[in-house]
């Protein structure tokens, strides 16, 4: 692997977690290992993951509850399921929640890696399809990929680097929530207070740039993000 992936590995086993945390890390991962559902919470706000891994059985939450927080927190996080439980109907429920794999234990850490390092790859194409996207349509706005620019009916509109970014990422997004976490991992690299005000400060300017189409509006989520939304 060129990239060295970081993972979310949450298992409440000790020996399991230990095995699991020297293994993935021994073929090149970067592991995250929190016992129990709180920590992952905790380390999930504060770290950027490719990947969770979750237990389904923890001591304070299933595995099941902590996938849809996590999902409020990151939801673009892919994530799969490891469990005892083998009934049908905990692996559909795992699916339904939006899982992209379901392991059963006792857990085969080759097939693991085989699974993972798969999983890996197909997102890593998504990806690369999505970036080849060379314009979005935001009402009467065009904003172009490929020379940067912003357009309002042919007439190009000057955008910083950041105020770029941050409208490319809103527009691929549009009428969806963007969290303050992922905009900010995304456009700045970090999660933090400092480029939380400056987040608020470019979203102003963003405004400014499309306030020549009523239908456009980026709306502030209480708390949570915010959202490009464009009435019919």
């Not at 590995?9 to 073929?27: H, I, Q």
């Not at 049908?88 to 059963?104: H, M, P, Q, T």
């Not at 080759?110 to 993972?116: G, M």
Request: some cysteine; proline content about 3%.
């Amino acid at each position: 692997m060129d990239k060295t992936y970081k993972l979310l590995l949450v298992e409440d086993d000790n020996a399991l977690g230990y095995l699991l945390s020297e293994y993935l890390g021994m073929k090149g991962f970067s592991i995250t290992w929190a016992k129990d559902a709180s920590e992952a919470l905790v380390k999930t706000k504060t770290n950027v993951f490719d990947l969770a891994i979750l237990d389904v059985m923890l001591p304070d939450m299933d595995g099941f509850e902590l996938s849809q927080k996590i999902k409020s927190l990151n939801p673009e996080l892919p994530f799969i399921f490891l469990t005892a439980r083998s009934l049908k109907i905990d692996v559909l429920k795992g699916f339904s929640l939006g899982a992209v794999d379901y392991l059963k234990k006792p857990i085969d850490e080759e097939e693991l890696v085989v699974r993972i390092n798969a999983l890996l790859s197909r997102l890593v194409a998504d990806q690369e399809q999505e970036a080849h996207v060379s314009q979005y349509e935001i009402g009467e706005y065009v904003l172009h990929m490929d020379n940067f620019e912003l357009n309002f009916k042919g007439q190009p509109i000057k955008l910083t680097g950041k105020e770029f970014d941050l409208l490319a990422l809103l527009a691929k997004n549009k009428n969806q929530l963007c969290t303050h976490k992922e905009i900010l991992t995304t456009v700045w690299d970090k999660n933090d207070y400092f480029n939380k005000k400056s987040l608020n400060v470019f979203i102003s300017h963003l405004r400014k740039h499309l306030g020549q189409d009523p239908k456009l509006s980026i709306v502030n989520v209480s708390r949570r993000g915010f959202m490009l939304r464009e009435e019919d």
